[in-house]
């Protein structure tokens, strides 16, 4: 077996071992939820949805956060998940330090880039651990340039404007804010920087309001970086990225003309409605849905209002058991 066969098993068996950590904490959080403890659960759906990019020292910061949370509540369930994402994390750590030693010792390869320039890169996220762990995966790419972050929308466009970045990487869930409405913004002051959302929301929900709205791609962010990067590079050669999971989904919704999403009743909820309605569909609360959304929690009653005037549905009882089984019949949980 040859050294760059021994790398790629290495990094194989990382990934491995932080999918079943992903599924671990998942567990975590679902159990969080349910003896109502929202610091966990707030922590365990950060690392779940940006363990696939982050560097080891990003993913010990997150982990230690959630330790912290975690110690402050009695639960013999949560300790013991706890106990087995810290099993899966060393295994990772052990696994990708394996790999950099054996690439340390190699002998070095010439490697050749097609691309001539570098491609001008901006940021929109408000977790700063995300964000750093982003910047050092661009920082280290020859074709790619970081050269701008921003952590609300307002100041996003303002930044974007007058940089003219080729490619903005956002989330769609932004600090009082809305990355959708980003989005929408862009394209309205004909702004040309290609748009990717990376986000932790389920892309069966918002990758297509999101290409409609003007992106060019949608990625989930337990992707691992090598597909961040093949999103990036492929967006700027001027393709559209989604899983093939979405892109299968979406064909056979082309191919199925009877199906018209706007004649169903959650089409006609505006983006963060949606992103409400699914939430409550999960079970969580109003301050543990403004949490998540980072918005007071009275936006989120007026957000319920409007939900429940759409759908024609008489009240909270009825809003939460059609937002159940509406997230059930998705496989969103």
């Known amino acids: 077996m040859q050294r760059h066969d021994l790398d790629d098993c290495d990094e194989d068996i990382a990934q491995l071992y932080l999918k079943s950590a992903t599924d671990q904490i998942k567990k975590l959080a679902a159990a969080a939820q349910s003896n109502t403890m929202a610091e966990v659960q707030r922590f365990a759906h950060k690392l779940a949805g940006s363990s696939g990019f982050l560097g080891l020292k990003e993913m010990a910061k997150l982990l230690s956060e959630l330790e912290k949370a975690a110690?402050?509540?009695?639960?013999?369930?949560?300790?013991?998940?706890?106990?087995?994402?810290?099993?899966?994390?060393a295994q990772v750590r052990h696994h990708r330090s394996s790999r950099q030693s054996q690439a340390k010792s190699a002998q070095p390869v010439p490697t050749i880039f097609v691309s001539k320039k570098r491609f001008k890169v901006f940021l929109v996220d408000d977790h700063p651990i995300i964000l750093e762990g982003l910047v050092r995966?661009?920082?280290?790419?020859?074709?790619?340039?970081?050269?701008?972050?921003?952590?609300?929308?307002?100041?996003?466009?303002?930044?974007?404007?007058?940089?003219?970045?080729?490619?903005?990487?956002?989330?769609?869930?932004?600090a009082g804010s809305d990355g959708m409405g980003l989005i929408k913004d862009m394209k309205l002051r004909s702004l040309k920087s290609f748009i990717l959302v990376l986000s932790m929301h389920d892309e069966a929900?918002?990758?297509?309001?999101?290409?409609?709205?003007?992106?060019?791609?949608?990625?989930m962010k337990h992707q691992a970086p090598k597909e961040l990067l093949k999103a990036v590079r492929g967006i700027l050669n001027g393709e559209i990225y989604l899983s093939e999971i979405m892109k299968a989904k979406m064909l056979h919704k082309i191919a199925d003309s009877s199906v018209n999403e706007k004649a169903l009743p959650e089409g006609s909820l505006s983006d963060r409605e949606l992103q409400t309605f699914q939430l409550i569909g999960q079970g969580r609360g109003t301050r543990e849905i403004a949490a998540e959304l980072n918005i007071s929690a009275k936006t989120v009653e007026s957000y319920r209002a409007h939900i429940k005037v759409k759908m024609n549905l008489k009240n909270a009882h009825e809003l939460t058991q059609h937002a159940v089984h509406w997230v059930e019949r998705k496989h969103l949980n």
């Open 137 to 174: 995966l661009l920082n280290i790419q020859p074709d790619l340039n970081f050269c701008g972050q921003a952590t609300t929308a307002h100041q996003a466009l303002k930044v974007i404007t007058r940089l003219k970045p080729d490619l903005v990487i956002l989330d769609i869930t932004l």
């Open 205 to 219: 929900l918002y990758a297509e309001r999101a290409l409609k709205a003007g992106a060019k791609g949608y990625i």
């Open 71 to 89: 110690d402050r509540h009695d639960s013999k369930e949560i300790v013991r998940l706890l106990s087995l994402v810290k099993e899966e994390f």
